[in-house]
Nanobody
Framework: VQLQASGGGLVQTGDSLRLSCAAS????????MSWFRQAPEKQRELVAG???????KYADFVEDRFTVSRHNAKNTAYLEMNSLKPEDTAAYYC?????????????????WGQGTLVTVSS
């Protein structure tokens, strides 16, 4: 069972990126899929998540700039990030949980991707 995050890179302020999280080894259609991020010397924090039914939840700092989605047939989740800011610079991780709700606690996610680095220059 594996989650593979991709799509990170170096961009400028105001640019966009689309992160992907491809799952393999089992179907994650019944799982909550979430994105977390961790900046240097900071704790990992929830960015956004989506339930199996399509209900989404976003951190306050997203401010309508990001969109989380999923394609169950492809076993893939996405995070579309627009209007990126330097403070969005972090390693972004996807995670899967058997919960019925998007949860903030990292301890409640059973599967994690390896992280993809997003760097936003000013």
């Amino acid at each position: 069972v594996q989650l593979q995050a991709s799509g990170g890179g170096l961009v400028q302020t105001g640019d966009s990126l689309r992160l992907s999280c491809a799952a393999s080894g089992r179907s994650f259609s019944g799982y909550v899929m979430s994105w977390f991020r961790q900046a240097p010397e900071k704790q990992r924090e929830l960015v956004a998540g989506i339930t199996s039914g399509g209900t989404t939840k976003y951190a306050d700092f997203v401010e309508d700039r990001f969109t989380v989605s999923r394609h169950n047939a492809k076993n893939t989740a996405y995070l579309e990030m627009n209007s990126l800011k330097p403070e969005d610079t972090a390693a972004y991780y996807c995670a899967a949980s058997q919960s019925s709700r998007v949860l903030h606690s990292t301890r409640l996610y059973e599967y994690w991707g390896q992280g993809t680095l997003v760097t936003v220059s000013s």
